[in-house]
């Protein structure tokens, strides 16, 4: 009896055994068989792997961690260049500012503008013959208006007959323009002729208009002695000056 118990023991101990394994082999997928299904698995998934972007993309993780570097580098050189683009802007505005001071600046040829040209109607003009220097006439405005006026750049002088007004001597040319206050007086000077006689075609001439500067439409119309003045191709007039010795200095 006790043999027969033994072994029956012995059978149902082999067959929890047998039922043991064969459950870890089912749980773990190994065992003779199934090793050699994994091996053929393994090799036929390596194909397929290289041929499919999604098993790449989902195997390679860390290749495409390598690759977060990169992009890291990427989105940070993003960022500096978009600062650098910041900086260029920045720099836009700098120049803008800039711009918006040479346009300030500009306010100085807008002051130009601004400026309040003698008109003949507002000033009593006169010319006159002086002895020193030589052949040189000196004109003279006065400001007879109530209010300030100047007297811009040169005087376009046009004598009786010419042909064209003279130029102006460049270098008389005053650091400021003359502006005169009711009753003050501004000067320029006009070279007739050749103190030495080498000029040519030249005539006397009665009459004088004196146009303020070159853009003025009205003209004033001093006297000129009865006799005329003689005048020659060497004319050439001065710029307005503040002071009678400025403009006979030419």
């Excluded at 459950?23 to 998934?45: I, M, Q, R, Y």
């Excluded at 030249?202 to 003209?219: E, I, Q, R, W």
Aim: negative net charge; glycine residues 10%; hydrophobic residues 30%.
């Amino acid at each position: 009896m006790s043999t027969r118990t033994d072994r029956t023991r012995l059978l149902a101990a082999a067959a929890i055994a047998v039922a043991t394994l064969t459950l870890t082999a089912c749980n773990d997928g190994t065992g003779t068989k199934d090793e050699g299904a994994a091996e053929v698995s393994t090799s036929t998934s390596t194909p397929a792997a290289s041929d499919a972007s999604p098993s790449r993309a989902s195997g390679g993780t860390s290749s495409g961690a390598g690759k977060a570097d990169p992009a890291a580098k990427d989105s940070t050189g993003g960022t500096t260049g978009s600062n650098g683009t910041s900086g260029t802007s920045g720099t836009s505005g700098s120049s803008g500012s800039t711009g918006a001071k040479n346009s300030t600046g500009g306010g100085s040829d807008d002051s130009g503008a601004r400026l309040k040209p003698c008109s003949p109607s507002a000033t009593r003009t006169t010319a006159t013959v002086v002895s020193r220097p030589l052949n040189h006439l000196l004109l003279s405005v006065t400001n007879t208006g109530s209010k300030n006026c100047d007297l811009v750049y040169y005087a376009a002088v046009q004598f009786q007959d010419a042909q064209s007004v003279p130029p102006v001597i460049k270098d008389s040319q005053p650091q400021a323009v003359v502006t005169l206050a009711p009753g003050e007086s501004g000067y320029a000077s006009v070279l007739l002729s050749a103190a030495d006689g080498s000029g040519s075609n030249g005539y006397t001439a009665k009459s004088l208009a004196v146009y303020f500067n070159t853009d003025a439409t009205a003209a004033a119309h001093p006297s000129l002695p009865s006799k005329g003045v003689y005048i020659d191709d060497s004319i050439k007039v001065t710029y307005w000056q503040a002071d009678m010795a400025d403009a006979l200095n030419w």
